[in-house]
T-cell receptor, first 110, second 116 residues
Framework: SQKIEQNSEALNIQEGKTATLTCNYTNYSPAYLQWYRQDPGRGPVFLLL?????KEKRKERLKVTFDTTLKQSLFHITASQPADSATYLCALGYGNKLVFGAGTILRVKS | EAGVAQSPRYKIIEKRQSVAFWCNPISGHATLYWYQQILGQGPKLLIQFQNNGVVDDSQLPKDRFSAERLKGVDSTLKIQPAKLEDSAVYLC??????????????FGPGTRLTVL
């Protein structure tokens, strides 16, 4: 069956450290993958997109990798801040359709 | 630029009642999506419109859910009759549809529905 797995437990890290979130998938072959941030009571906000032929993408303190052999994407936030605390969703893309994972809660403590 | 607007923000109803949600996408965005997000899960696509035509409604429970997008702008999603398992946040999103497959989706704040 098709599955998208993100860390079900919350990730707690200290301010200034690098947060690494994982997205694993089974029985999908996405053309691209997106990461979104969702704050309580709000809709998801787009962060980064990476295509199947790209290994790595960066944007400011954010970095995402995409390994189609391992069927895994890693999302890194460097020099994390308490304001980075949120739920982070990965989404597999086909055409203009997205299939979302359940998300990982990140808590950054000062 | 104004974002995606949704109303109401919260709704509480009894099971078997009906409810409707409204969405106004970003101006000029051709594609509109309705998602259902159950607590602790990611958003699940219910229906996708391109202009006023339905592109994908494969996961819409058509015996109780309906949606329309008149004139290719605003959209309404209706549930009739509601069940307890319909309790969720209903998110509307829109994208430009520039012809690229990976257009960014912009989400509204959602409507939190509680069915008692």
């Amino acid at each position: 069956s098709q599955k998208i797995e993100q860390n079900s437990e919350a990730l707690n890290i200290q301010e200034g450290k690098t947060a690494t979130l994982t997205c694993n998938y089974t029985n999908y072959s996405p053309a691209y993958l997106q990461w979104y941030r969702q704050d309580p009571g709000r809709g998801p906000v787009f962060l980064l997109l990476i295509r199947e032929n790209e290994k790595e993408k960066r944007k400011e303190r954010l970095k995402v990798t995409f390994d189609t052999t391992l069927k895994q994407s890693l999302f890194h936030i460097t020099a994390s801040q308490p304001a980075d605390s949120a739920t982070y969703l990965c989404a597999l893309g086909y055409g203009n359709k997205l299939v979302f994972g359940a998300g990982t809660i990140l808590r950054v403590k000062s | 630029e104004a974002g995606v607007a949704q109303s109401p923000r919260y709704k509480i109803i009894e099971k078997r009642q009906s409810v409707a949600f409204w969405c106004n996408p970003i101006s000029g965005h051709a594609t509109l999506y309705w998602y259902q997000q159950i607590l602790g899960q990611g958003p699940k696509l219910l229906i996708q419109f391109q202009n006023n035509g339905v592109v994908d409604d494969s996961q819409l429970p058509k015996d109780r859910f309906s949606a329309e997008r008149l004139k290719g702008v605003d959209s309404t999603l209706k549930i009739q009759p509601a069940k307890l398992e319909d309790s969720a946040v209903y998110l509307c999103a829109s994208s430009l549809d520039s012809g690229r497959a990976q257009d960014t989706q912009y989400f509204g704040p959602g409507t939190r529905l509680t069915v008692l």
